[in-house]
């Protein structure tokens, strides 16, 4: 009797430390930041893309061409993807051939022969999510910088890339005869609670100008799948409390510009790197917007220390809204 209760305790203990050892290494480490320097006058331009992976197919090669010509009059200074790399269901491994298809062969211009700053979508996490993550990608095509959460130190501006798919409740309540791959995540509430964790300590530590967050979802949408309240109710509340001033997405496929009616915070959708909705449009919640345009495009930021610019393109390379904003004035044109 004594050695089966020793025996317990002993069982008891070791599960104690193992859930102690577990949980430290969802809760210790800053995020990984990644150094790019602006151009030699100080300022900082890039693209962004969204839900794109389609070999090329939906006008993917059409948005890949007019990327390549304003990469190159802007003269950016990389890319970054909101998530949704490679459909339908991500890559199967990290020698899948989609990968080389679907990105090393289509964005061929010289101006996008830079870095890449990738974060994962739903679409990605249907497949291998880990390939994406593998060095391997790298050796493959330099460009490819993929993580779940990170930083983009750029001086006066940093740009925190977070893993907001683990966030929707849906993918794990109801994945509607799709399987998800949460390997990297054994314990899901702890993995977010130290995710959102760790980008408030980057962001309370940035001392940049500028602050922008970039996830796949969207915070405010009015396309189809609309507004996250999971993100509403968690990573809002942060981006508020340490002054971001854009927050950038994916997963609609569609363009949008929406403002938050309670801060300086602007909601920026850049999805349309393939396929679009047609027409798919949210009824409600209209308050704020300043652009929703459903067929393919990208959108380009400019910034400066004292202006920030934005613009969204279609598919033949046409603007189709354009918002400036001075960090002095605290006002929009």
């Not at 203990?13 to 577990?22: H, K, R």
């Not at 022969?113 to 330099?142: F, M, S």
């Not at 799948?225 to 340490?242: C, F, M, R, S, V």
């Not at 001033?245 to 801060?263: A, F, K, P, R, V």
């Amino acid at each position: 009797m004594a050695a089966s209760c020793k025996n317990s305790m002993v069982t008891s203990l070791l599960f104690a430390i193992g859930c102690v050892f577990f949980l430290s290494t969802f809760t210790h480490a800053e995020l990984q930041k990644f150094l790019h320097p602006p151009k030699p006058d100080g300022s900082l331009s890039f693209l962004v893309i969204g839900d794109w992976g389609r070999r090329g197919e939906y006008n993917q090669s059409q948005v890949a061409f007019q990327m390549g010509r304003m990469g190159e009059e802007l003269d950016i200074n990389f890319i970054i993807s909101t998530g949704d790399n490679f459909y339908e269901n991500g890559l199967t491994s990290e020698h899948d051939e989609a990968f080389e298809e679907s990105f090393t062969k289509i964005y061929t211009a010289n101006s996008l022969q830079k870095p890449w700053y990738t974060v994962l979508g739903n679409h990605d996490y249907r497949g291998d999510a880990e390939a994406q993550l593998k060095p391997l990608l790298r050796e493959i095509d330099t460009r490819w910088i993929c993580l779940r959460s990170f930083v983009v130190d750029a001086e006066l501006v940093e740009i925190f890339f977070v893993d907001t798919t683990p966030m929707v409740d849906s993918y794990f309540i109801n994945s509607e005869g799709h399987t998800y791959d949460w390997r990297g995540l054994p314990s899901r509430k702890a993995y977010i609670a130290a995710m959102l964790k760790d980008v408030e300590s980057a962001l309370e530590k940035s001392r940049a100008k500028w602050k922008i967050v970039v996830g796949h979802h969207a915070i405010r949408s009015i396309g189809h799948h609309g507004d996250t309240q999971e993100l509403i109710n968690q990573l809002l509340p942060i981006l508020k409390a340490y002054d971001v001033d854009l927050y950038m997405n994916g997963h609609d496929h569609c363009l949008e510009h929406i403002s938050d009616t309670e801060s300086p915070i602007q909601f920026l959708t850049s999805g349309a790197g393939s396929k679009s909705w047609r027409g798919d449009m949210k009824e409600t919640n209209r308050e704020g917007v300043k652009l929703f345009y459903d067929g393919q495009g990208f959108m380009s930021a400019e910034l400066t220390q004292s202006d920030a610019e934005i613009a969204f393109y279609d598919v033949m390379g046409t603007v189709l809204h354009r918002w400036r904003v001075s960090k002095q004035l605290h006002s929009s044109i």
